[in-house]
């Protein structure tokens, strides 16, 4: 292992230092940016979804406020031409803000009919709304919300822009906005701008503000872990088996898409924009993560290194399975995470989750056939100990299969409950959990398959003599040693000339 571990933990102290001081304050929300966005017609209005995210009035040292700036809307020559040079008012756009719970008081319906956006004919009489403007009814909680402000073209203009405002949020919740247009000449409208989303304290999302100091935890438990790990590979370098330096290998990765995780939250808190960059990195080394220690698992479950040398004619199944599964869940994660700002998923995940999901019930079915066939081997051969160590594995992955298939019920669960996003600041946990889990069961591997003086007992064996299993055993829970025994390599004396054991034991089967 050529590294200099003393660079190496002054670095990781620096990172983990920085993340801790820059984490002491909680920031929310983000800055939505629109180049050129058509609107699109929804019933009979022309709608464009302007952002959608959880903002908090929590704090005491500023305020909650959603600000628009440089916002302006084009339309086509051909409709600006209709209208008289002169005249002041030739077309009505509205910036409509709402509460995810007020989200029923945008619209109307007449006689109990297809519900509409803008006010018609039918229901200025029914409901007294102004005939081509949005329909709002007040809220119960505040005759203020939602808020609709105007914006008019005039003349023959064929651009008009909106005034810098701010509208302040006085209450905790997930807030909406669109840009509507209900006059049919309207067709074809653009618009360009920005809107500044941002609570007290900074710019990351409600949805997203926790899991910043989530980051910080995570690294603080993968810094710990990677301390104890490489320190039992420095005292016992010479004994490391080629699965240990896998291990190493997972729990590197984890330390570091932690750390990016955090960075890419931080830089989003402070400028209000999601560093593409940055982003797509950590999702990729995050999908590297997942797929490494998913083919160790099936490796392991195979008695790779343990119970067979090489995984023979099955390595390149495996690596076309671990490409594929890579490639599955990169798409999965750009898609969700690579210049995402809103606080609800878009419907692409849904067609690229399912890839993702089979993949993964593939890969459970596959590991613990794997790991079946070597239990019954090793116990058929009688080796106590790799047995030992194969049946708690196996254990640890029926609990996190178990914890797993009820994690999913709830997520679906939670996820069918709540269609509009109203138990957001609940939300992070969703995404926590198969962090949290992911990190135990690397605990445990890592404390099964710990770095000491008798890894090398655990490694690939042609041996499997019942009496030097049972010594080994005894040996082992006693933790004193008779000799220099190892399961590495037994070598017997035919006729004073050591032949190894696998060569023995070819030539009994040719007799037999």
Request: glycine share 6%; charged share 20%.
């Amino acid at each position: 292992m050529d590294f200099a571990p003393q660079n190496l933990a002054t670095i990781i102290f620096i990172l983990i230092s920085i993340m801790l001081s820059s984490s002491l304050t909680t920031i929310n929300a983000s800055i939505h940016i629109y180049q050129d966005q058509l609107f699109n017609e929804v019933g009979n209005a022309y709608l464009l979804s302007g952002g959608s995210e959880g903002l908090s009035t929590s704090s005491s040292d500023g305020s909650s406020f959603i600000r628009f700036e440089n916002i302006t809307f084009w339309r086509t020559e051909a409709v600006a031409k209709q209208y008289s040079r002169k005249k002041q008012n030739t077309g009505l756009i509205q910036a409509v803000i709402f509460e995810t719970a007020d989200r029923n008081n945008i619209g109307g319906s007449a006689y109990g009919g297809q519900r509409s956006i803008c006010c018609t004919p039918d229901l200025a009489k029914l409901e007294g709304c102004k005939q081509g403007e949005v329909i709002r009814i007040p809220s119960a909680t505040s005759i203020n919300w939602p808020i609709v402000l105007n914006v008019h073209f005039t003349g023959r203009s064929l651009s008009t822009s909106m005034d810098v405002k701010d509208v302040p949020i006085i209450k905790t919740g997930m807030y909406n906005l669109f840009f509507i247009a209900c006059d049919p000449q309207l067709k074809g409208l653009v618009m360009s701008g920005k809107t500044v989303w941002k609570n007290p304290d900074g710019y990351l999302p409600g949805r997203m503000a926790p899991l910043m100091k989530f980051y910080v935890f995570m690294s603080l438990a993968y810094l710990l872990l990677s301390v104890i790990w490489f320190v039992q590979c420095l005292r016992f370098w010479k004994d490391i088996l080629q699965l240990q330096h896998c291990i190493s290998a997972v729990i590197g990765l984890g330390l570091l898409e932690m750390i990016l995780w955090y960075f890419d939250f931080a830089n989003f808190d402070n400028t209000g924009m999601r560093p593409v960059v940055i982003t797509t990195w950590v999702v990729t080394i995050g999908a590297i993560r997942k797929t490494v220690s998913r083919l160790i698992t099936l490796s392991v479950s195979m008695g790779y290194g343990v119970v067979r040398p090489t995984l023979g004619g099955l390595t390149s199944k495996v690596l076309l399975l671990g490409i594929t599964y890579f490639l599955a869940s990169e798409l999965l994660d750009i898609t969700e995470y690579v210049g995402t700002i809103n606080d609800i998923s878009g419907r692409a995940r849904l067609f690229l989750v399912l890839p993702d999901a089979f993949l993964d019930a593939f890969l459970i079915l596959w590991i613990f056939t794997s790991l079946s066939k070597t239990l019954d081997q090793l116990q058929a051969k009688r080796i106590s100990v790799k047995l030992d160590i194969y049946r708690k594995f196996s254990n640890a992955l029926v609990v996190t299969v178990i914890a797993s298939v009820a994690w999913i019920t709830y997520e679906v669960y939670f996820k069918a409950t709540d269609p509009f996003n109203e138990r957001w600041q609940s939300a992070w946990i969703i995404t926590a959990f198969w962090d949290v889990l992911s990190f135990l069961l690397l605990c445990v591997i890592c404390y099964l398959w710990a770095p000491s003086s008798s890894s090398q007992r655990y490694a690939y064996s042609e041996v499997a003599e019942e009496e030097f299993e049972e010594e080994e055993a005894q040996s082992l829970t006693r933790g004193q040693s008779d000799g220099d025994v190892s399961l590495v390599k037994q070598e017997k004396n035919v006729g004073g000339t050591a032949i190894p054991d696998y060569e023995v034991e070819a030539e009994e089967e040719k007799r037999e």
